[in-house]
């Protein structure tokens, strides 16, 4: 028996139609006569949701006594979509980290090649109490909101902080220093500000995580 005869039968002896179904189980009803006719499949947390529904074991549902039409197993499936998934989820990182570094190096070539000596000041407004704040902010939000890099996401704010307080550093300080020669260590309050901002757009990221997470359960 496949998959699909699988949670027809299932739902079929709970006694329910595929409008119930999809009712408790926050889908609509051709999504599940896709996936009782194998067009397409539940993933794991439907699977999860159906054998508390139908009251029926997951390892009655899982159980691989036989394949799906294309002649995968669903394990194979869960398996494929698993591995889709985190290869998605590790695109998506590179993508936003690149983002953040091309933004923070594009800082650097804006004052190096295009900036003057009398634009000093507007270089400093635009890009390092405008741009890269905001840019950090957006990015610790989206990390927070999709719950990358786990708990290692709480030690980020501390290498985006060193990262915030480079931007003036290797510019307008090099700067100055390369013109009198002198040598001047980095405005060290600069890392909690940029460290700060990296939090705030973190935590305000879990919460919406939460939020989201928590109304798809109460649906």
Do not use: C
Not at 76 to 84: A, E, G, P, Q
Not at 189 to 205: D, N, Q, R, V, Y
Request: aromatic share 12%; proline share 4%; charged share 20%.
């Amino acid at each position: 028996m496949n998959i699909g005869s699988k949670i027809k039968t299932a739902r079929n002896e709970a006694g329910l139609t595929q409008e119930n179904a999809a009712e408790l189980l926050g889908v609509s009803r051709q999504t599940v006569s896709n996936w009782e006719n194998e067009k397409s499949y539940p993933d794991i947390v439907s699977v999860i949701k159906m054998s508390d529904i139908y009251n029926v074991s997951l390892d009655r549902l899982l159980k691989e006594d036989g394949n799906m039409t294309d002649g995968k197993s669903y394990i194979d499936y869960l398996d494929d979509s698993t591995n889709l998934v985190r290869s998605k989820t590790k695109l998506s990182k590179i993508i936003l980290l690149s983002v953040y570094l091309f933004i923070w190096a594009l800082s650097e070539i804006v004052f190096w090649f295009f900036t003057q000596p009398s634009d000093a000041m507007g270089y400093s407004l635009m890009f390092i109490w405008i741009i890269m704040p905001v840019t950090t902010f957006i990015v610790s939000l989206i990390i927070g909101k999709n719950g990358f890099f786990g708990k290692v996401k709480w030690v980020l704010p501390a290498v985006f902080g060193i990262m915030f307080m480079l931007v003036p550093y290797s510019t307008l300080s090099v700067s100055n220093m390369t013109a009198f020669h002198t040598f001047r260590w980095p405005d060290f309050p600069m890392l909690p500000i940029g460290a700060a901002i990296s939090f705030a757009g973190t935590a305000l990221g879990v919460l919406i995580n939460k939020k989201i997470t928590s109304k798809k359960n109460e649906e």
